[in-house]
């Protein structure tokens, strides 16, 4: 967990302005001509958050399955080979999205959505951090509240992901239909293929 906050603080020291951006447009569409949202994202800046958002998707199933699972212990390994398994999944999903957006939607309002998916990635993150942390060192919280807890970031996120479709790229009740059936197949499948893999990985103990 101190990994990904050197991580996060270093994305921070090296473009402060960008967490502000991120939770300003956190639920609107606004495009890349706005004050609020027309900032160069540093390539930098760019790496480092994916490195942190990985890491504490990796680190948040993680703990989400050792509290549900009773596990007796933390293996470094089993989290690395999480860590693993979700960077492929992330990776494969991206350029499938990359792919279809590039066929289906203008660019324009393409590289809109990819700018307003990057800042609520990090918002999502940074949410997902503290409460990852609570998880782990707080007795106080059973396993069904870890779940919980870690549940409504997740739908948080998708619930605000389809409101940035639904600003940015649709224009009609088809889009709307479509840009819904995006984020299932794309966002909730990939979820439901990284929790699967980590719960084989823990279960069935590979890492051992």
Same mark, same amino acid.
């Given at each position: =967990?101190?990994?990904?906050?050197?991580?996060?603080?270093? /994305?921070?020291?090296?473009?402060?302005?960008?967490?502000?951006?991120?939770?300003?447009?956190?639920?609107?569409? &606004?495009?890349?001509?706005? *004050?609020?949202?027309?900032?160069?994202?540093? &390539?930098? *800046?760019?790496?480092?958050?994916? %490195?942190? /958002?990985?890491?504490?998707?990796? =680190?948040?199933?993680?703990?989400?399955?050792? /509290?549900?699972?009773?596990?007796?212990?933390?293996? %470094?390994?089993?989290?690395?080979?999480?860590?693993?398994?979700?960077?492929?999944?992330?990776?494969?999903?991206?350029?499938?999205?990359?792919?279809?957006?590039?066929?289906?939607?203008?660019?324009?309002?393409?590289?809109?959505?990819?700018? $307003?998916? #990057?800042?609520?990635?990090?918002?999502?993150?940074? *949410?997902?951090?503290?409460?990852?942390?609570?998880?782990?060192?707080?007795?106080?919280?059973?396993?069904?509240?870890?779940?919980?807890? $870690?549940?409504?970031?997740?739908? /948080?996120?998708?619930?605000?992901?389809?409101? &940035?479709?639904?600003?940015?790229?649709?224009?009609?009740?088809?889009?709307?239909?479509?840009?819904?059936? #995006?984020?299932?197949?794309?966002? *909730?499948?990939?979820?439901?293929?990284?929790?699967?893999?980590?719960?084989?990985?823990?279960?069935?103990?590979?890492?051992?």
């Amino acid at each position: =967990m101190l990994g990904l906050l050197i991580l996060a603080a270093a /994305a921070y020291a090296l473009q402060p302005q960008a967490l502000g951006v991120a939770f300003r447009t956190l639920f609107t569409g &606004k495009d890349r001509s706005s *004050v609020f949202i027309d900032t160069a994202i540093d &390539k930098r *800046v760019l790496a480092l958050n994916a %490195l942190f /958002a990985i890491g504490t998707l990796a =680190m948040a199933v993680y703990v989400v399955l050792y /509290a549900l699972l009773s596990l007796p212990s933390f293996s %470094l390994s089993n989290y690395a080979w999480i860590l693993l398994v979700i960077t492929a999944i992330v990776s494969l999903r991206t350029v499938a999205q990359a792919v279809t957006a590039f066929i289906f939607f203008p660019g324009n309002q393409l590289e809109t959505f990819v700018s $307003h998916y #990057y800042y609520l990635t990090v918002c999502t993150a940074t *949410v997902l951090y503290p409460i990852t942390l609570l998880s782990l060192f707080w007795d106080a919280l059973t396993p069904n509240a870890i779940l919980w807890l $870690h549940l409504a970031v997740i739908i /948080a996120f998708l619930l605000i992901l389809l409101l &940035k479709c639904i600003l940015i790229l649709v224009r009609s009740f088809k889009g709307f239909l479509f840009a819904l059936a #995006y984020i299932l197949f794309y966002e *909730v499948t990939a979820l439901a293929a990284i929790g699967a893999t980590a719960y084989f990985i823990l279960t069935n103990n590979i890492a051992q």
